[in-house]
């Protein structure tokens, strides 16, 4: 309860967390509710595909038909959004439940047993660290070939890395700890002691650490659909939509804005989801990091 | 003898996010001119805050909520120390108060040497001297040396001269100021840093350290605790303090160090003359250093008075406890009943009460003031105010 | 340990790492099919025409790891292949695209670093205060920006509003021509040094024209990056007792800040700055792609859509290979710059 008290008194006395909760939880709503808002047209399998009203390159500003307008090759972009929301969470949350899954486990090995086991893993992700991540997430989404599980496996792949250090670092500060000696001295097996004592203590930067990181997945995910090098074409993907806007971005000789909405709506979307995670983190970083003179 | 320092009911509290917690409780205290004034009690009841409130270090969410710190000038007026501004109390600090802290290894910043650590001081606070010291120095290159050499810089060194006179007479200057900020002219104020080099290695030699030269040019990581704790002890005394703050100075160190440290505060105490505010929990070394002590328990002083009194013939019930528990071969371990007091949840009156055995009601309700009971024996409790003598709780 | 052996090892601990980066690659590599594996063997277009034989020639079916040392073995002499995209080398790509990043990079770093730290010190000395929460919430917006996104936005006002004042790629078409043209030396291959040295104002002057949007993109989102790292560096510095005796010896709030907190705030920025590098590397890409600047992003992206195998593997092969680097050479900063570690007094 304390613990609770604590934390609402903080987050009281920070509106931008409040802010990123709210943001969160608008989208998780959409997400949600995206077959009522946007409903998939009559003998549309794949929900997932942008219906197109023509095939018209040229984009059509809002209308009663379509709210946001439509973009190059016609695809509607209020559906487009509105299941792009649900893309992200689904992006974001497996891949970052994969992450943490490997990062954790691989993490924990090498810092619990330390040794060559330790040498050894890190080797490894001192390799994956060596590559700046979207160069290596481009690489390996060619070499496996476009689709969206291409994109969240390369992101994976590039994530877990980080993840596995920093559970490493903190499994090794926590292992020296008293308790932990204490534990083993009466007779606490090796797993015992890893999920009764090392993790729970670990595992709150690991949060604070997912929650920011949520925005870089989808950010990366989106960058990579943007780059053409993702999802298939007319999939509902914020990233893959910005990238139909390319063309447009100067507008018609009399009016340069024409195509706003082909640009802002989509990148409005993914902006605000982004900052949403991005706020939560960093207060709860601000929140739950000892260092940092608590008051 | 005359008052240094006088603390009349200072007050500070904690505005946290769990509540309101009491540092200091009307805390009264008076130091004398040239006296070592020791401040015992337990780990928790204030005494650290006490020294930071003197020198108005106590930083958010921590407040000094009430009270006064008279202390007198060098002049011989009293002042407020807690009505000055920014910039008066920051003239103060580290020169007339300053303060040496428990942990020598904190107290120094690893990135940077010993030499400029000191120096800092040194140039902040004795930048006249040391200009007057410059210019003088330069005075005499001007008015000796006849060869070619000196003629050619010769100019260079009537801008200095120029410059330290200027520091000499106003040391917030503007024209010295801004050399200082420009990189390569600020070659120009060298002599000063060599004035102020030269003072640091007179105080690590007063604090006993062997070959002072090689120490100024060390970074805080090459030396020992007991070493770097000698010149935390340095650096406090660089600017001819009159009230050195001690805080634990020796907790942290092994026991044959920290029998030196105390050693070299002993002589330090009869060569300068310097007061000092020794704050520990060691009841031993208060009794070896301290001409007075006071006896704090959860934020005020209960017992105040010379050092044979307090270990002889201790008033208060707390005083008497601790000097009971204080281990003596034969005897057996006695404790005091009871714990500190949660600081959230202070007991109300007397807050010492639940634990004392002669407590009585009036001890429930309100708060003892700290009362001259005998010639220069200050006592906080009701068992000595005499209005409420012979009424049983 | 002093800083001698410390050098010895890390540059030794370099070897492994570079090993296993070469692996990697090389295990990428075998997900394709052998004929876009022998593009990587090949460095002239005729050649494409006896794929078959280059298959044989290179035992592109022999076993791994004979495959692996042929491979590398052409790495090391420099032969990373042929990308059909540009109708070049891959080597010859890479040095012919690198300039251009590199002006990018010129500029954007100093403003990244200098920026964030700056920020950075301001938010932690005036923590909780307006200034404090505006710029973390300046940080924050610029972390959220989606770099793509961002980019178009300001080619939308500044190119399409303002009808071309601040254009895309690296040079307008007059430019263009006094560049290539046989009296221009290129020295450098950065336009904007270029046309210093070679009095040209008028290159210098649109090719900075150039620079501004896509420097502008790459700053706002890296910056945030630093501003974070910087204050909470600065918040954990501000709590240490080494503060507290200097404001107990009397110094100001402004020579405590700057002198003291800061001096040991920035060791571990620094060290980040390798990764400073690494999200540059990032975002070059899509900032180039963006502005169609055509430099190492611009042409990474191109061979990465159109599967030029060798190219990308090139690619991240030589960044990689330039990450470590990067990093042995923060490191080494680092230990120079940390008395602790330099000295050999043991942290």
Partial sequence: ?295 | MQKLVEMKGVTVNFYTYEGVVQALNNLDLDIYQGETLGLVGETGCGKTMAALAILRLIIPPGKIDSGKIDYCTVGGQTIDLLSLTENEIRDIRGSQISMVFQEPSAALNPVYTIGDQITETIILHRNRELARNAQAKVDKLLAEDNNRLSILIRPLRLIQKSIYSTIANDPFAFAPKLVGRIPIVRRLLWRIDDEALLIASSLLKEVEIADPSRVLKQHPHQMSGGMKQRVVIAMALACCTRLLIADEPTTSLDVTIQAQILELIKKLKREIQTSILYITHDLAVAAEICDRVGVMYSGSICELAEVTEVYQKPLHPYTKALMAAVPKPGKELSAISGFVPDPLNLPPGCRFHPRCDAAKKVCREKQPALIEINPKHFVACHLFTGDELGKTS | MDFRTYLIRRLILVVPVLIGVSLLIFGLLQLFPPYQRAMLYVTDPRQMANIEEIIELYGLNAPLWQQYFTWLNEVLHGNLGWSPVVGLSVTDAIINFLPATLELAIFATPLIIIGGIWLGTKAAANKDRLIDHTTRAGAIVGWSLPTFWFGLVLLMIFYGYFSGLLPPERLSTEMNIIVHSASFNRYTGLNFFDGILNGEWGVTADSLRHLVLPVLTLTVVNTAFIMRLMRSSMLESLGKGYILTARAKGLSEHVVINKHARRNAMIPVLTVSGYLFAAIVNGVVITETIFNYKGLGWWAWRTAVMLDVSSILGFALFSGILFVLSNLVVDLLYARFDPRVRLGGGI
Wanted: charged fraction near 15%.
């Fill in chain 1, 1 to 295: 309860m304390k613990g609770l008290k604590f934390f609402f008194f903080h987050m009281r006395k920070n509106p931008l967390s409040i802010a990123g909760l709210v943001l969160i939880t608008i989208f998780a709503i959409i997400a949600v509710f995206a077959p009522l808002i946007a409903p998939t047209p009559e003998g549309q399998f794949n929900s997932y595909l942008i219906p197109r009203d023509g095939y018209s390159q040229t984009p059509k500003p809002p209308s009663d038909e379509h709210i946001f307008g439509t973009t190059q090759g016609q695809y509607d972009i209020f559906y487009g959004v509105i299941w792009g929301t649900r893309t992200a969470f689904q992006i974001g949350i497996i891949v970052m439940g994969a992450v943490l899954l490997i990062g954790i486990f691989l993490g924990s090995i090498a810092g619990y047993f330390g040794g060559i086991v330790d040498e050894i893993i890190m080797r490894i992700t001192d390799i994956f660290l060596a590559f700046p991540p979207l160069i290596l997430a481009m690489a390996v989404t060619v070499a496996l070939g476009p689709g969206i599980q291409s994109v969240m496996t390369a992101i994976i792949i590039v994530s877990w890395p980080s993840y596995a250090r920093v559970i490493r670092g903190d499994i090794l500060a926590i292992r020296e700890e008293d308790y932990v000696e204490a534990s083993r001295s009466v007779g606490s097996s090796h797993l015992r002691v890893i999920l009764r004592h090392v993790l729970p203590n670990s595992i709150y930067p690991i949060f604070i650490m997912a929650s920011l990181d949520i925005g870089a997945v989808v950010l990366t995910a989106a960058a990579l659909s943007f780059l053409g090098l993702g999802v298939p074409e007319g999939y509902a993907d914020w990233g893959q939509m910005i990238s139909f806007a390319r063309n447009w971005i100067v507008g018609t000789p009399s009016n340069a804005f024409a195509y706003w909405h082909t640009v802002w709506i989509p990148g409005l979307f993914i902006f605000f989801f982004v900052m949403g995670w991005n706020l939560l983190g960093d207060s709860l970083r601000d929140i739950l990091d000892p260092r940092l003179a608590r008051r």
